[in-house]
């Protein structure tokens, strides 16, 4: 199945946060490359009254504040793309002025990329087909949070499902836009050195983490109707889950790589009340400091008591044939002490040990994600020196970093890899709608056995690594979080 390139984008939500600080600089990033298409025109929509020259005024102020280097000198040429169209999503009849704006471009192949609140789907949808953009030359992308349990994802699916078959929608998960999680399949799939070590027997246990440094960031109604679980967890970390955990696609497709991607996810082990307590920690932060600096309590920021969580920690099992007991420690928190996206495969230690009296850690491959993409396998080597009293190993890390061996690549937003495929309409890194119900499935269990164990937030100071208890349930099995 093979979509074309489209001729326009059209950008709903064009004057808001994620267009700003991500979309806008991600195209702009493909267009100083040189990898947009030649006629590719950019349709900014919102409900503001913007024009064309005010909204290209907005993008180039938004441009020139991020972009440092000598790709400067593309942003005129790059807004010469921008449109812009005044529209209310809740009437109508202002879709009329969209379509007018395309003229002969609205039958060509297209793309609408749905930057709003959930509620406003319905309408845009609505909207779209009163005046003919939902047909087959139109492809649709829709960011996060597509509902906030599996009825209200089933809703939002069904919603657009109406207007658009699930091979024309793109459901944004930024995460499978990033170049580390891209490279998970490449060192899994590409490389017969890790595969065969890749199951319950070589593996010994599996870690996610997410650890931010922010804390609510002016979100204050979504953040707190959402927590972290809902917010982290049901998307970005099980998808990463599932790429280290599915088994090899059929081939490097759409359809075979979240065909292996949602048995994962279908075989989560539910959490239930009898297992939440020794299987999942909470954690709200109070007043501390980070990096020396002093921050507030969630409840301070938020400027009300509240019973969200800014921290989980998931002990997960995936009940397969390859993961049989292999616990999946899955960690992520708002106002921890450093900011990193780290998954952690802790193989199993040695059978037997010939060096007598030295103490071998068992190999661990540490794939960073973020502030740096890099690879790390660590292995046991001998210590240089002419030592007398035998050999000294030591744990080394074998660097496989992509800084390294790619030097002068651009490092670039997850957007950019997401919107390139969008217009090229190749749907691999896109969540498909049985995934994204898995995900609510399993995520939904977690959440009603806190409810029916009346599980609550425990306090954590900002600046620490989450409440005790997350140290605790990793302990237990004689684990501690790679930090
Ligand atoms: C978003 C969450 O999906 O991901 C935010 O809503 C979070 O709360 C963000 O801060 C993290 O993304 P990244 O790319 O900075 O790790």
Redesign the pocket.
Known sequence: MSMPTVRTLVLFGATGDLSRRMLLPSLFGLHADGLLPEDLMILGTARGEEDGPSFRTMAGASLEGIVHDDRRSAIPSFLERLRYVPLDLIDVSSFDGLASALGARATQPLAIFLSTAPDLFRPAITGLAGVGLTGANARIALE?PLGNDLASSRVINDTVAAAFPEERIFRID?YLGKETVQNLLALRFANSLFEPMWEWSGIEHVQIT?A?T?GLEGRVDYYDATGATR??VQ??MLQLLALVAMEPPASFDATDVRDEKVKVLRSLRSINPASATSHSVTGQYRAGAISGAAVASYEAELGRPSTAETFVAIKAHVDNWRWRGVPFYLRTGKRLPERF?EIVIQFRGLRHSIFQGQVLRANRLVIRL?PEENVRLLLMAKQPGLGRGGVVLREIPLDISLPNAFAGARRRI?YERLLLDLIEGDPTLFVRRDEIEAQWRWVDAVRSAWAETQMAPANYTAGSWGPPGAIALVERDGVSWHE
Do not use: L, T
């Open positions: 996060k930024h997410v931010e922010v917010d982290m998307n970005h996206s973020q997850a």
